[in-house]
T-cell receptor
Framework: QKEVEQDPGPLSVPEGAIVSLNCTYSNSAFQYFMWYRQYSRKGPELLMY????GNKEDGRFTAQVDKSSKYISLFIRDSQPSDSATYLCAMSANNAGNMLTFGGGTRLMVKP | EADIYQTPRYLVIGTGKKITLECSQTMGHDKMYWYQQDPGMELHLIHY???????EKGDLSSESTVSRIRTEHFPLTLESARPSHTSQYLCASSELRQGIGELFFGSGTQLSVL
C-alpha cells in the first residue's frame, strides 16, 4: 500500500466550478502538508502548505488537513482555465523539505 | 520564477551510452535533489545533497550517480543507459521559507533509452 494515495483523474470541470482535490495518507508522523502545481512540461511549484490540522486560505485556494482521518484537501473556487494542471500533494514529518512523500498527482482540466 | 535550469530538455539515446544530465541553480541554495517522475506516478527521490562534496542516495534505488563540486551545479550521470532508465528526471533545490523547506524545480529532462 502506498503511503500517500491520490486520485489520478483526469478531473474535467467547467470554468467557475468549485474543485475539490484530495489525498489520503497512512503515516501518522506526517506534520507538514503541501500542494504543488505542475503545468505541462514544467517542474512542480509550491502552491500552498499547512502545518498539522486546520485550514489555510489564499485567494481562491483553500487547503484543509484532517489528521484524525489522515485526509487532506485542496479547494479551488471560481476555477479558471489557467488552473488546468496536475496537482500533487506532498507531506513530511519535518519542515526541511528533503524527505517529502508525494502523491501521484491529479490532472485537472478547466474548460472555458 | 525559479532560477534552476536543466539540460537537455529531451534526450533520446541508445542502450549502453553514458549520459550526464545537467542541473544548475543561481539561488545559492545548499540543498539540491534529483527526483524521478513517471506519468501518473509519484515523484521519487533518487539523490540529494546538503552542500559541496555531500551526496546521498534517496529512497528509490537508482544506478545513476551524482556529484556536487560546486554549490550551483548538481549533475546526474548514468554510466550505461538502459531502457528501464526511460523516465522524466527533475532537479530541485530548497530553501527554508516561513518555516518550511520549499522545493524549487527545474523543467525536467525527459530521457528515452532505446
Amino acid at each position: 500500500q502506498k503511503e500517500v494515495e491520490q486520485d489520478p483523474g483526469p478531473l474535467s470541470v467547467p470554468e467557475g466550478a468549485i474543485v475539490s482535490l484530495n489525498c489520503t495518507y497512512s503515516n501518522s508522523a506526517f506534520q507538514y502538508f503541501m500542494w504543488y502545481r505542475q503545468y505541462s512540461r514544467k517542474g512542480p511549484e509550491l502552491l500552498m502548505y499547512t502545518y498539522s490540522s486546520g485550514n489555510k486560505e489564499d485567494g481562491r485556494f483553500t487547503a484543509q488537513v484532517d489528521k484524525s482521518s489522515k485526509y487532506i484537501s485542496l479547494f479551488i473556487r471560481d476555477s479558471q482555465p489557467s488552473d488546468s494542471a496536475t496537482y500533487l500533494c506532498a507531506m513530511s514529518a519535518n519542515n526541511a523539505g528533503n524527505m517529502l512523500t508525494f502523491g501521484g498527482g491529479t490532472r485537472l482540466m478547466v474548460k472555458p | 520564477e525559479a532560477d534552476i535550469y536543466q539540460t537537455p530538455r529531451y534526450l533520446v539515446i541508445g542502450t549502453g551510452k553514458k549520459i550526464t544530465l545537467e542541473c544548475s541553480q543561481t539561488m545559492g541554495h545548499d540543498k539540491m535533489y534529483w527526483y524521478q517522475q513517471d506519468p501518473g506516478m509519484e515523484l521519487h527521490l533518487i539523490h540529494y545533497s546538503y552542500g559541496v562534496n555531500s551526496t546521498e542516495k534517496g529512497d528509490l534505488s537508482s544506478e545513476s550517480t551524482v556529484s556536487r563540486i560546486r554549490t550551483e551545479h548538481f549533475p546526474l550521470t548514468l554510466e550505461s543507459a538502459r531502457p528501464s532508465h526511460t523516465s522524466q528526471y527533475l532537479c530541485a533545490s530548497s530553501e527554508l521559507r516561513q518555516g518550511i523547506g520549499e522545493l524549487f524545480f527545474g523543467s525536467g529532462t525527459q530521457l528515452s533509452v532505446l
